[in-house]
């Protein structure tokens, strides 16, 4: 099976959203820094709790799903639908928007280390204006595997075969068939994996850097970088410069007109702006 290859790096930008929280964007800085279906990837982390005690405050969304994956600390979700979630350290959250929710996400230190990522996957047109769903996934519901020689490779969502073991994430049964995998490896190592036919795959460098392919056509990924994977084939993955960690995320494109308007993600123009209209009106949700 040939390997896939590095198509295009997407460095992450400095910037800072909701109340004030520091981090940096990789997809999403811009229209173009997009992986159908996947339309923005957050990277937060900070031992300066002003960098992020002022949290999300409560805000809306239509059009797409959120998930949130913690390293480190921790944060309260609460939502117009009731529900409330406590996201821990090597926990996550799933949050489909559909037609509209409006939720907070709040630190719940004051001190310490926050640290954790924010992705953000469309939907496809006709599954847009669905009810708002949200599922709370504890640490000890994400499966952890050993790789050889040390490492470890964590699944939130999809299927995979890790070292001849079928391992299913808690997040299953979404439209675009979505694979996240939090992998971590000793210096020197590899990492390879299946990804579908035809999905849409990147990498995000997150501690290390990475070389991305097989032997002589591996090209290196700096850390805190989306490296965009063109072609078919699995993934292959080395730490090329010492220990690194990498987001491994795989989908089915949707090919669908994209229009984003904050955090509205429609089709067209006049479907933003009946979403805008219904938000004023306390219509959203």
Same mark, same amino acid.
């Given at each position: 099976?040939? @390997?896939? !290859? ?5 460095? @992450?930008?400095?910037? @800072? ?7 940096? /964007?990789? +997809? ?5 820094? /997009?992986?159908?279906?996947? +339309? ?10 002003d960098d992020y005690i002022a949290g999300f405050p409560s ?53 310490? !280390? ?44 999809? /299927? ?23 992998? !971590? ?83 067209? /123009? ?9 938000? !004023? ?5």
């Open positions: 099976m040939s @390997s896939r !290859r590095l198509q295009q790096i997407i460095p @992450s930008v400095a910037t @800072s959203d909701g109340a004030g929280v520091s981090l940096r /964007r990789s +997809l999403g800085h811009s229209p173009d820094a /997009r992986v159908d279906p996947f +339309l923005m990837l957050d990277e937060f982390s900070s031992d300066d709790p805000h809306p969304h239509r059009g797409f799903e959120t998930v949130t994956y913690m390293l480190d600390g921790h944060m309260l979700h609460e939502d117009h639908l009731g529900n409330r979630g406590d996201l821990l350290p090597g926990g996550a959250q799933w949050m489909t928007a559909g037609r509209g929710i409006i939720h907070s996400e709040m630190p719940q230190q004051e001190s310490g !280390r926050m640290r954790g990522f924010q992705l953000w996957i469309n939907l496809p047109a006709a599954e847009k204006m669905k009810p708002a769903s949200y599922c709370d996934i504890r640490p000890d519901e994400i499966p952890t595997v050993a790789l050889p020689g040390g490492g470890d490779v964590r699944v939130i969502a999809g /299927r995979v075969e890790v070292e001849g073991a079928t391992v299913d994430g808690p997040v299953q049964g979404i439209t675009t068939k979505p694979l996240y995998m939090d992998v !971590r490896l000793p210096a020197g190592s590899s990492f390879s994996q299946p990804v579908a036919t035809g999905h849409s795959a990147f990498v995000y460098a997150y501690e290390g850097s990475l070389a991305i392919g097989d032997g002589d056509d591996a090209r290196p990924l700096p850390a805190q970088s989306a490296g965009v994977l063109g072609g078919d084939g699995d993934v292959t993955v080395r730490a090329a410069d010492g220990p690194a960690r990498f987001l491994l995320l795989a989908a089915r494109p949707l090919r669908e007109p994209v229009v984003q308007y904050g955090p509205f993600v429609m089709n067209t /123009r006049e479907e933003i702006e009946q979403a805008v209209a219904d938000y !004023r009106d306390n219509r959203l949700a």
